[in-house]
C-alpha cells in the first residue's frame, strides 16, 4: 500500500569470530542446526531445545505487545496463558526475568554458540548480567530464524513516504522543521500545541505527544499541569548507552573470512562473545570509549539491490553501546573528550575491526558517514545521549512500568494528552503499537458517542 513493499531476508543473522568462523542462522531450520552442530554437538541440542520453547511459548507471549499494560484484555489473556502452558512455566519466567548470559549458559557450551544469540540482548541496553535481558534475546534470535528479516525497499526512507501519503491522501497535514515548544492546557485538557514560530494547532479530540516523559512533563507542559509526584516521576525516567554509526558505500560487497556467503547476511556481530560483551557494557558504563565494542554490521543490499549502485554495497556498522560523555578511552589511545574530536578517530577504530573479520574492507570504501550521539540527539531531540530506543528496557523501567508506575497506559494527568513511543510499552522496535493502541482508544471513544442509526424503538 501507498507504493511499499517489504522485503524477507532469509539469511538472517550470523556471528563472525576472530579465529575466521562463524555461526549463521538462516530461516532453513537444517542449515541452522548444522551450524550449531559445528560448535558442538551439545549446542546443536541447545539451539534445538531454544527453538521448541519459542514455538511452545511466543504465541502466548507475544500478544501482550498488542495490549495497554495493565488491561482488562492483558488480564484475560494472561489466565489463558496459564492455563495453556502448564509445564512450561518456569520456561517463561526464566525468558522473562532472567539475564541473556543466563539464557545462553543454559542452552550452549561454546562461546561460539553463545555468541550467535548473546549480541541481540545488547540491542537494547542489556549488559549479559542484567536481569530481563533474556527476553529480548530470545524473542529477537528466534523470530529472525522463524521469520527471516524484514526490509523496506528502498530503505528506512520509504516508510516514511509512504506513512506520509497515507496521512496526506486521509486529509492530514504534516509540517517538518517545525518545532513543537508547548502543549497548551486549558481547564486541565489538552487543546493544542504551540510551534517555536509562534503558531498554534488546535486539537478538536487529542494531542498525541511521540516524545520521552522528561520531554513531555519537564519541557512541554505548563508546570502548573501536572502533580508535582507524577513530574518527579517522569524526570526520573532512565535513559540507556548512546548509539553510534558507520555508514559506508562500498565499491563491492566485503570479502570475509569466515566465509563468501557471509555477505548475504542481514547483520554480522562482531566482537559477541560473552566476555567481549562484558567487556564493552563495563566500559561503557564507565564512561569510557570500548576498546573492542559489539558491532552490529548491516548488509541489506543482496537482500535489497536498489540501495546500491549495480555491483556496489551499502553498509551500516552500529555500536549500540557508547558513552554520551566520554570519560575516556579504554585502549588509551584516543585523546579528547568531546564527540565532535573523536568521533573520526572511533570510526577508525570500528573499521579497523571489521577489517580483521573482512581483509581489504578499507580498500573497497567509496564513502562513509559518521553518526556520534551528539549527532542524534541534534537530529531527533528525542534520542538524549543518543539513546535510540528512547529510555533504559531495564526491568525497573519495563513492561507494567514503562514509562514509570501509574502510567503504564498511554494517558497522563492531562485529560486527552496521550504519549507513545518507544518510551512507551511495548518498548523500542519498529512496531507502532503504542500508537495503534492509542488509536483504537480514540475511535473507540469516538463511536461511543456516535448516535445509533438505523435503530427503530
Sequence with gaps: RAGL???????????????GTAVRVTTDP?????EFARCSAADCEGWRSLVAIYRRIAPHVLPFTNMPLPSGAAAFHALRMAAGLRGAMLDLRHV??????????????????????????????????????????????????????????????????????????GGGTIRTATQATEVLVEGGR??????????????????????????????????????????KRAMAFRYGPGVFMVHLALSRPLAWKAGDDLHRFMYVHLNGKPDEIAGT????????????????????????????WAGCAAMRLQVRAVPA????????????????????????????????????????????????????????????????VSGSHHLDQNYLRRPFPGWTRYRTPVERLFMIGASTWPGGGVNAASGYLVAQ?????????????????
Design 5 to 19: 513493499r517489504f522485503i524477507t531476508c532469509h539469511e538472517a543473522f550470523a556471528s563472525a569470530y576472530s579465529d
Design 30 to 34: 537444517e542449515r541452522t542446526q548444522a
Design 96 to 169: 522473562i526475568f532472567g539475564s541473556s548470559g543466563q539464557l545462553v549458559d543454559r542452552f550452549f557450551r561454546t562461546d561460539a554458540a553463545k555468541g550467535a544469540v548473546l549480541p541481540w540482548g545488547f540491542h537494547q541496553d542489556f549488559g549479559p548480567a542484567v536481569k530481563g535481558g533474556a527476553a529480548f534475546a530470545f524473542v529477537a534470535a528466534l523470530s529472525a530464524h522463524m521469520k527471516g528479516l524484514v526490509v523496506a525497499q528502498g530503505g528506512a526512507d520509504a516508510i516514511v513516504s509512504a506513512l506520509r501519503r497515507l496521512i496526506e491522501d
Design 190 to 231: 489538552a487543546v493544542g500545541v504551540r510551534t517555536s514560530t509562534g503558531d498554534v494547532l488546535s486539537a478538536s479530540r487529542a494531542v498525541i505527544a511521540n516524545v520521552t516523559p522528561p520531554l513531555l512533563f519537564g519541557q512541554l507542559l505548563p508546570a502548573h499541569s501536572v502533580p508535582d509526584r507524577v513530574r
Design 281 to 308: 557494557y563495563a566500559q561503557c558504563t564507565t564512561g569510557l570509549l570500548p576498546s573492542r565494542p559489539v558491532i552490529v554490521v548491516s548488509q541489506p543490499t543482496h537482500a535489497d539491490p536498489s540501495r546500491a
Design 325 to 388: 560523555i566520554i570519560a575516556g578511552d579504554a585502549a588509551g589511545t584516543i585523546r579528547g573528550r568531546g564527540w565532535a574530536d573523536i568521533k573520526d578517530a572511533f570510526a577508525d577504530r570500528i573499521i579497523g575491526q571489521l577489517e580483521e573479520h573482512a581483509p581489504g574492507a578499507r580498500d573497497v570504501i567509496l564513502a562513509r558517514h559518521v553518526m556520534s550521539p551528539e549527532d542524534f540527539e541534534r537530529e531527533n531531540s528525542n534520542l538524549i545521549g543518543g539513546d535510540c
Design 441 to 457: 482508544d480514540l475511535l473507540g471513544q469516538a463511536s461511543k458517542k456516535a448516535p445509533q442509526r438505523g435503530i427503530e424503538r
